[in-house]
């Protein structure tokens, strides 16, 4: 039997078809039992980037636990620091494992997992849970999360969400001392762009939102959502902010929304530095064709960063708008 995800616990970007800039994540208690060591790394349905790891392989090392989902953008903005730590700390005895745990089923697809880990730059050692195993044996709720375990194999500090990259850096510097390796004062330096860039959190003023009718917020087409229905959409005179429309014929499912017919359109009235939207073609490998405007204008300075495969994320780096 498979245990259901409580994946309204996940506060972060990352959806089946757009997901619109950031809610920043504050301190979190951990309040559920820590899990039996690393033990629930061997519930891994299959490993990536390196065979599977087990209680010899990791014997003595201290290991860092990354939970992530690809489509995520909270861990996009991370990801600099891990990759970083994971090159620095290799040769003093550091192992990182990235436990890939799906929100939506296309990051199920095994061969989208081994694009992303390509185009992402994640070297390290993949651990693949689709039935979220691994997550269940760490009590795990968040993407991302950090644990970090000492050179017995006993968890010892998490991080939950974005930042304190300083702190959780000199964790990893603690336990490599504890288990007797040279000491290190200096941190990463990270310079991170594009997607990974660190949020512009004051001027940001549009959280996360869903196309898909299971969790979307503030859908202002005339009549409404029609749920699992080929209908067209329209957009109204005037939307508000961090409101959304469609125009065109579009069929509205539970997680993402699927285009009918060529010409539709996403409209979004948001405020904030970047808008990240991630979509894909309808059959693999082929691509999708669209354009970017904003207030009815395409930007020369418009920065756009692509995704292709069966999923597609654009990000947009503008001037905040009102």
């Known amino acids: 039997m ?38 629930p790394l061997t519930r891994a349905m299959t490993w990536l980037n390196s065979p599977p790891l087990t209680d010899a392989d990791l014997q003595g090392k201290v290991v860092l636990i990354e939970f992530w989902t690809y489509s995520c953008i909270n861990w996009r903005r991370q990801l600099p620091y891990v990759r970083a730590w994971a090159d620095k700390y290799r040769d003093q005895g550091l192992v990182v494992v990235g436990v890939h745990s799906p929100e939506f089923p296309f990051e199920k697809n095994i061969d989208n997992i081994r694009w992303a880990a390509k185009d992402m730059r994640v070297a390290y050692p993949i651990a693949v849970d689709n039935d979220h195993a691994v997550w269940r044996g760490f009590n795990n709720e968040y993407w991302p999360a950090l644990y970090f375990a000492d050179a017995k194999g006993k968890i010892r500090h998490h991080q939950f969400g974005e930042g304190e990259y300083e702190q959780s850096e000199k964790i990893i510097q603690k336990l490599l001392a504890e288990a007797g390796g040279s000491g290190h004062n200096v941190l990463v330096s ?5 997607a990974e860039a660190v949020a512009d959190w004051n001027n940001l003023k549009s959280g996360e939102n869903y196309v898909g009718y299971g969790r979307t917020e503030n859908f202002s087409s005339s009549g409404g959502a029609r749920p699992d229905q ?16 469609l125009s065109g014929i579009w069929t509205m499912g539970r997680e993402a929304i699927a285009l009918n017919q060529a010409n539709g359109r996403i ?30 204008l395409r930007r020369k300075t418009l920065t756009v960063s692509m995704w292709t495969t069966a999923a597609t994320a654009l990000l947009l780096n503008h001037e905040c708008i009102n």
């Open 2 to 39: 498979v245990t259901e995800v409580n994946l309204n616990r996940r506060r972060f970007l990352g959806t089946a078809a757009m997901t619109i800039a950031a809610a920043q994540w504050g301190a979190i208690t951990f309040a559920k039992t820590r899990p039996p060591d690393l033990y």
């Open 190 to 194: 990270v310079h991170a762009d594009g």
């Open 230 to 245: 080929r209908h067209e959409y329209s957009v109204p005179k005037a939307l508000g902010i961090n409101c959304w429309a």
């Open 267 to 296: 409209v979004y009235r948001f405020h904030a530095r970047d808008l990240h939207l991630v979509m894909g073609p309808s059959a693999p490998g082929t691509s999708a064709r669209f354009r970017v405007l904003i207030d009815g």
